[in-house]
């Protein structure tokens, strides 16, 4: 199936640090988007990723489409407390020459920042 | 402009009692789709629909069924539920294309005792 292996599980990092994390697949899409999700609320979009290479920012995120279309990388700089949260890759793939793409999610990454 | 509507926020069920989760969107979405979500599992497909009248299963489609009877809502059905249905439950709408995002409800969490 479409399966997204993303990486790390957990981190737990100091305030101030940047993190990386990374979606992996083995399959190709057409669209990767990173999503954060605070406690008992749904997951919110970061940043949408169009074009393999294509390498994105918003503030202090930035996130690439990796070249072979089957990776992602999502990097946050000088982290800080509010950034706690579980962060998601998703990709789309267009099936079959459709334009209606399933939506497929990782495992997500939980991130705690220590101030 | 509600987005992504979902009812109940909560509920609690017995094993083998049925219900329908709700799922509207006001956003002239094609795509809507229905989640779970446990703890170390992230995010897993149940059904989806990429327009009205079409459905298709997911990755966890067992023990649900679903009904897009219109542009706006999406609903999910569990006939008998079972303990191992207790989950946070995600409904996500999508325009339907590559270059979108997916906007998600506020969420479902459903306990079956």
């Known amino acids: 199936g479409q399966q997204l292996n993303q990486s790390p599980q957990s981190m737990f990092i100091q305030e101030g640090e940047d993190v990386s994390m990374n979606c992996t697949s083995s399959?190709?899409?057409?669209?990767w988007l990173w999503y954060k999700q605070d406690p008992g609320e749904g997951p919110v979009l970061l940043i949408a990723?169009?074009?393999?290479?294509e390498l994105t920012s918003n503030g202090r995120l930035t996130a690439q489409f990796g070249i072979t279309r089957k990776d992602s990388f999502l990097n946050i700089s000088a982290s800080i407390p509010s950034d706690v949260g579980i962060y998601f890759c998703?990709?789309?793939?267009?099936?079959?020459?459709?334009?209606?793409?399933?939506?497929?999610f990782g495992q997500g990454t939980i991130l705690t920042v220590h101030p | 402009n509600a987005g992504v509507t979902q009812t109940p926020k909560f509920q609690v069920l017995k094993t083998g009692q049925s219900m329908t989760l709700q799922c509207a969107q006001d956003?002239?979405?094609?795509?809507m789709y229905w989640y779970r979500q446990d703890p170390g599992m992230g995010l897993r497909l149940i059904y989806y629909?990429?327009?009205?009248?079409?459905?298709d299963k997911g990755e966890v489609p067992n023990g649900y069924n679903v009904s897009r009877l219109n542009k706006r809502e999406f609903s999910l059905r569990l006939e008998s539920a079972a303990p191992s249905q207790t989950s946070v439950y995600f409904c996500?709408?999508?325009?339907?294309?590559?270059?979108?995002?997916?906007?998600f409800g506020q969420g479902t969490r459903l306990t079956v005792v």
């Open positions: 998703a990709g789309i793939l267009l099936a079959g020459g459709t334009s209606y793409g399933k939506l497929t």
């Open positions: 956003m002239n979405h094609n795509s």
């Open positions: 629909s990429a327009s009205e009248g079409t459905t």
């Open positions: 996500a709408t999508h325009r339907g294309d590559m270059n979108t995002e997916a906007f």
């Open positions: 990723l169009y074009k393999a290479g």
């Open positions: 399959s190709i899409f057409n669209t």
